[in-house]
Nanobody, 127 residues
Framework: QVQLVESGGGLVQAGDSLRLSCAAS????????MGWFRQAPGKEREFVAAISGSGGDTEYADSVKGRFTISRDNPKNTVYLQMNSLRLEDTAVYYC????????????????????WGQGTQVTVSS
């Protein structure tokens, strides 16, 4: 059974940076695609960023392009989300998600494609 554990959330000011981490355990497949989603109060969960099992392919939501960077360290089974130039509207609970993939270059942007989820970490951006 795969377990995903996020860390790195916190309270920051607008314009600051923050790095989230998601450590995965129990992965048995050759390729494991991962992604980050977020959910603000009263809103639906939305896609933030995704990365393929190999780490060579990534995708971002328009709202975070140029500010956020997703990366992974496969030997450590960890995916990161580097968030720069944070804005008030980035405030949300951030969730890590993952799923096995047969193709090393595949990534997924819909939450319905993911089978494994972390518990979430709160990111609060203040003015």
């Amino acid at each position: 059974q795969v377990q995903l554990v996020e860390s790195g959330g916190g309270l920051v000011q607008a314009g600051d940076s923050l790095r989230l981490s998601c450590a995965a355990s129990g992965i048995t497949s050759n390729y494991y695609a991962m992604g980050w989603f977020r959910q603000a109060p009263g809103k639906e969960r939305e896609f933030v960023a995704a990365i393929s099992g190999s780490g060579g392919d990534t995708e971002y939501a328009d709202s975070v392009k140029g500010r956020f960077t997703i990366s992974r360290d496969n030997p450590k089974n960890t995916v990161y989300l580097q968030m720069n130039s944070l804005r008030l509207e980035d405030t949300a609970v951030y969730y890590c998600a993952g799923r096995s993939s047969f193709v090393r270059s595949y990534y997924y942007t819909s939450p319905t494609n993911y089978l494994d989820w972390g518990q979430g970490t709160q990111v609060t951006v203040s003015s």
